[in-house]
Nanobody
Framework: QVQLVESGGGLVQPGGSLRLSCVASGRIFSINIMGWYRQAPGKQRELVAIITNGGITNYADAVKGRFTISRDNAKNTVYLQMNSPKPEDTAVYYC?????????WGQGTQVTVSS
């Protein structure tokens, strides 16, 4: 079992910056895909960005060029650097750890983009 704890959410102004962190604990898998997803009120959860253990990344079109996902394998931590956020980025952001058919989720952290 993997436990994921997100932090770093909060209120940010449009055009500002925010960094989310997610620390994994418990059974740590060396080969996995970690990612960030988000869910806005009344909408389905959607992919934001993922990163493999080897550092290969993939982003949703809506955040390309603004958000950057990274990971520190030694710290079992994945980050999401959010630059130039927009009001439409407001959502609960969830950390995900996927190993084969197994998928683990954090509890989520609220990000609100507003002036």
């Amino acid at each position: 079992q993997v436990q994921l704890v997100e932090s770093g959410g909060g209120l940010v102004q449009p055009g500002g910056s925010l960094r989310l962190s997610c620390v994994a604990s418990g059974r740590i898998f060396s080969i996995n895909i970690m990612g960030w997803y988000r869910q806005a009120p009344g909408k389905q959860r959607e992919l934001v960005a993922i990163i493999t253990n080897g550092g290969i990344t993939n982003y949703a079109d809506a955040v390309k060029g603004r958000f950057t996902i990274s990971r520190d394998n030694a710290k079992n931590t994945v980050y999401l650097q959010m630059n130039s956020p927009k009001p439409e980025d407001t959502a609960v952001y969830y950390c995900n750890d996927r190993v084969g058919s197994l998928s683990f989720w954090g509890q989520g952290t609220q990000v609100t983009v507003s002036s």
